[in-house]
Antibody, heavy 119, light 110 residues
């Protein structure tokens, strides 16, 4: 069965960086599917951040996050990563990874990783 | 890319039907048949309910249906049940090869 397992909760200080991992299993990581990253601030809606094509490493980020977010992958361990720099309190949110048939729909989601930014 | 527009809340009594709208532009909802819908219960992970405007993934109740007209997509829940009370988000592919979510709708079962 398809599973996406994310790394654990993080607490960071303003100005720091965070890197969240997303390990995929139950399907071929590099064929046919992209990994998207979505975040949800407390009490707020879903916000799309970007995607990575695990096969090629090509990425596409939401304009809001360009220059501050980097998505990478390690195909040898079927894992995608999302790194965000220059964190502020506004970045406090649950971060989800999700598998998608390219850019069409997100069918499997990770369990979410809470990132708390606090001084 | 602005979020797609959804009503903040929709309510209905058990057994009734409700419809949630999702309005975008010709660069997203109106331009492609790649609208999807997600259900999210409090504290839970979003769940795909509809993909490519009107297709249901395996295991999703046929009480959920989707449609699209122009720049507006819709999700209809028929035979409303208590377990349907949740937040619902639409999502769409965009002309920039990105993805965009709707603002979200809270469904309340009276």
């Amino acid at each position: 069965q398809v599973q996406l397992v994310q790394s654990g909760a993080e607490v960071k200080k303003p100005g720091a960086s965070v890197k969240v991992s997303c390990k995929a299993s139950g399907y071929t990581f590099t064929i046919g599917y992209y990994i998207h990253w979505v975040r949800q601030a407390p009490g707020q809606g879903l916000e799309w951040m970007g995607w990575i094509n695990p096969n090629s490493g090509v990425t596409n980020y939401a304009q809001k996050f360009q220059g501050r977010v980097t998505m990478t992958r390690d195909t040898s361990i079927s894992t995608a990563y999302m790194e965000m720099s220059r964190l502020t309190s506004d970045d406090t949110a649950v971060y989800f990874c999700a598998r998608a048939l390219t850019i069409t729909y997100l069918d499997y989601w990770g369990q979410g990783t809470l990132v708390t930014v606090s001084s | 890319q602005s979020a797609l527009t959804q009503p903040a809340s929709v309510s209905g009594s058990p057994g009734q039907s409700i419809t949630i709208s999702c309005t975008g532009t010709s660069s997203d909802v109106g331009g492609y048949n790649y609208v999807s819908w997600y259900q999210q219960h409090p504290g839970k992970v979003p769940k795909l309910m509809i993909y490519e405007v009107s297709n249901r993934p395996s295991g999703v109740s046929n009480r959920f249906s989707g449609s699209k007209s122009g720049n507006t997509a819709s999700l209809t829940i028929s035979g409303l049940q208590a377990e349907d009370e949740a937040d619902y988000y639409c999502g769409s592919y965009t002309s920039s090869s990105t993805y965009v979510f709707g603002t979200g709708t809270k469904v309340t079962v009276l």
